[in-house]
T-cell receptor, first 115, second 111 residues
Framework: NAGVTQTPKFQVLKTGQSMTLQCAQDMNHEYMSWYRQDPGMGLRLIHYSVGAGITDQGEVPNGYNVSRSTTEDFPLRLLSAAPSQTSVYFCASSAYGTGYTGELFFGEGSRLTVL | KNQVEQSPQSLIILEGKNCTLQ??????????LRWYKQDTGRGPVSLTI?????NTKSNGRYTATLDADTKQSSLHITASQLSDSASYICVVSAWNNDMRFGAGTRLTVKP
C-alpha cells in the first residue's frame, strides 16, 4: 500500500520557469491538500480539494494552481516560479475533510529551490 | 485570527527522561486537535487526534491532553528514546476545513 506518493523529491528551477508537483494517493480518499513548509514556520495550506472536480484556496494560494480530475491525483502547478516559492511542499489526503477526525496522511515531501 | 503557538521551540533531554510539550491555539470553531511527529526530511506522521470532548489520549509512550476551555494542549513523552528525536507539531482544525499548524518543537534526545 503506497499511501501518498509525491514526485519529484527534489527540483531546482530558474525564476520564471513552470513546473508541476505530482501527488497521488491509493486510499480512495476524497480530501487532498497541498502545504508548504518554511523554516521556523508551521505548514501552511496552499490549496485543497474535497473531491474530484472541486478545489478551493487555502491560506497561501497565490502563484499556485491545482486541479482534481480524478480521485487519485492532485497536481500542484507553479506557472512562473519565484525565489519566494523555494520551500518544501507536502501533499496530504484524508477520507473526509480536516473538520472530521479521520487521519490525515502526508507524503514524503518535495524540496523545491528557485534560483 | 486562527493561530497555533507551540513551546518550547527546542528541547534537549537525556535518554530515559520524560518531557512535556505545550500548544496554545485560537482556532474557531474548534473541531479537533492533532499531534504529529516529523522526522528530519520526512513527512509528518500522526500521533493522536482529539475532539473537544476528549481530554486525554495515549499512543504508547505519547500522551496528549486537551483543555478546550483554556484552548491548551500538551504532549507528554515518557521514558524517551533516541528515536524520539524529531519535530513535534500541534495541528488544530476548524469545522470549515481551516487547519492551522504550529511551528513545532524540535526535540533532541541524547544518550
Amino acid at each position: 500500500n503506497a499511501g501518498v506518493t509525491q514526485t519529484p523529491k527534489f527540483q531546482v528551477l530558474k525564476t520564471g520557469q513552470s513546473m508541476t508537483l505530482q501527488c497521488a494517493q491509493d486510499m480512495n480518499h476524497e480530501y487532498m491538500s497541498w502545504y508548504r513548509q518554511d523554516p521556523g514556520m508551521g505548514l501552511r495550506l496552499i490549496h485543497y480539494s474535497v473531491g474530484a472536480g472541486i478545489t478551493d484556496q487555502g491560506e497561501v494560494p497565490n502563484g499556485y494552481n491545482v486541479s482534481r480530475s480524478t480521485t487519485e491525483d492532485f497536481p500542484l502547478r507553479l506557472l512562473s516560479a519565484a525565489p519566494s516559492q523555494t520551500s518544501v511542499y507536502f501533499c496530504a489526503s484524508s477520507a473526509y475533510g480536516t473538520g472530521y477526525t479521520g487521519e490525515l496522511f502526508f507524503g514524503e515531501g518535495s524540496r523545491l529551490t528557485v534560483l | 485570527k486562527n493561530q497555533v503557538e507551540q513551546s518550547p521551540q527546542s528541547l534537549i533531554i537525556l535518554e530515559g527522561k520524560n518531557c512535556t510539550l505545550q500548544c496554545n491555539y485560537t482556532v474557531s470553531p474548534f473541531s479537533n486537535l492533532r499531534w504529529y511527529k516529523q522526522d528530519t526530511g520526512r513527512g509528518p506522521v500522526s500521533l493522536t487526534i482529539m475532539t473537544f470532548s476528549e481530554n486525554t489520549k495515549s499512543n504508547g509512550r505519547y500522551t496528549a491532553t486537551l483543555d478546550a476551555d483554556t484552548k491548551q494542549s500538551s504532549l507528554h513523552i515518557t521514558a524517551s528514546q533516541l528515536s524520539d528525536s524529531a519535530s513535534y507539531i500541534c495541528v488544530v482544525s476548524a469545522w470549515n476545513n481551516d487547519m492551522r499548524f504550529g511551528a513545532g518543537t524540535r526535540l533532541t534526545v541524547k544518550p
